[in-house]
């Protein structure tokens, strides 16, 4: 079976749908699949299964800026692309976004399985509903990864979808080495996601700040408040800042950190990013978003606290960092909870879709 997994987003940039969509691949092609992954690239690919569709160009979605390719070079690309890989089943996540994904599910040239990730709100779908009301009907199978997936999906386009949580390469991460420390550091905190206001930097960056334990705080990734925190942080040399990073680095630092910590403040619809730590075997800091509590509880096997509450995080952190029996309790919790979304059961559950519209 040759199967096209499509993503919108430039697959050189890291990003939860990009991990999805390269993860899936390489799951399925561990098993013999013939995976492919089309999408924007910013550079080369990043897989030897990748089919580059151009550049990607930043654009406001969701609170955020994304790296799409909503233009009609890539869209060209696209339809090549797809007319020549000849593929039987194509897997589009975010389906309904500008770009390469849009195009497959409007000139639907095969069985078509749509995987909708976002949450929170969206004004695309408010000010172009008739067209997308159109558009969603060809997608043969549709599929959501977390119940405020499914609220924001529905509520606006109605419909019937499966819910199937993201899934992660447990294995891989456990495999990883922990990134070398220096005999004698302090506890370590890990903060990896896009430097914008919905991620929460500056309320983890005040926390720290009011931290009455020795630690240090390294951050990954960058963004547009990058410049701004950088230069309020100068004189602080316990702030580490990392710059963007691969997936094996940031597994890497995952394995060595302490605790790990993801203050966002909102529009996540599924915490991948936790069950990540999880399987790395790190104490987990997090907001008390919906979406965070897809996957973890808080005092079971993560400890979280009020969006934007900075005294409330830095109780949980003070809490990760310096009860030791607690902190392990939870990280022998969360390795129990991080099987539970194993990349390889998501992957199951998707060949036996991808069969069932290949077979109608």
């Not at 903060?191 to 206001?197: A, I, K, L, Q, V």
Request: with cysteine.
């Amino acid at each position: 079976m040759r199967i096209g997994i499509l993503c919108p987003y430039s697959l050189t940039v890291p990003g939860g749908v990009q991990m999805q969509v390269l993860g899936l691949a390489r799951e399925l092609r561990s098993r013999g699949y013939e995976a492919r992954v089309l999408g924007p690239c910013d550079g080369p690919p990043p897989e030897s299964f990748v089919t580059p569709l151009g550049n990607s160009l930043p654009t406001s979605a969701n609170g955020s800026i994304a790296p799409l390719a909503p233009d009609p070079p890539a869209m060209f690309r696209t339809l090549q692309a797809l007319a020549a890989e000849r593929f039987d089943v194509v897997h589009l996540h975010e389906p309904l976004v500008p770009g390469p994904t849009l195009t497959a599910a409007v000139t639907h040239r095969y069985p078509t399985v749509g995987t909708f990730h976002a949450a929170g709100t969206s004004a695309s779908y408010k000010l172009i509903k008739p067209w997308l009301l159109s558009w969603i009907k060809r997608i043969d199978h549709k599929v959501v990864v977390s119940k405020d997936a499914l609220e924001l999906v529905q509520s606006h386009l109605g419909g019937d979808y499966e819910v199937l949580f993201n899934g992660v390469e447990v294995d891989q991460i456990r495999r990883t080495p922990p990134a070398p420390r220096e005999p004698g550091e302090p506890p370590a905190i890990f903060f990896c996601g896009r430097h914008e206001e919905r991620k929460g930097l500056s309320v983890l960056i005040e926390a720290f700040l009011r931290l009455d334990i020795d630690a240090q705080l390294w951050i990954a990734s960058t963004g547009p408040d990058t410049a701004r925190l950088t230069a309020q942080t100068a004189h602080d040399p316990r702030i580490r800042w990392l710059g963007r990073i691969t997936d094996d680095e940031k597994f890497a630092r995952l394995r060595a950190a302490e605790a790990f910590c993801a203050p966002s403040l909102g529009g996540e619809s599924f915490g991948v990013v936790l069950i990540e730590a999880m399987a790395a075997g790190t104490t987990v800091v997090a907001s008390g978003l919906d979406g965070y509590r897809n996957v973890a509880t808080h005092e079971v096997d993560a400890l979280l606290s009020e969006p934007g509450d900075v005294d409330g995080l830095v109780a949980v952190l003070d809490r990760a960092l310096t009860d030791r029996d607690l902190s392990e309790r939870l990280r022998v919790a969360g390795n129990r909870r991080a099987e539970d979304f194993a990349m390889s059961a998501l992957a199951d559950r998707y060949v036996e879709i991808y069969h069932d519209l290949a077979r109608a």
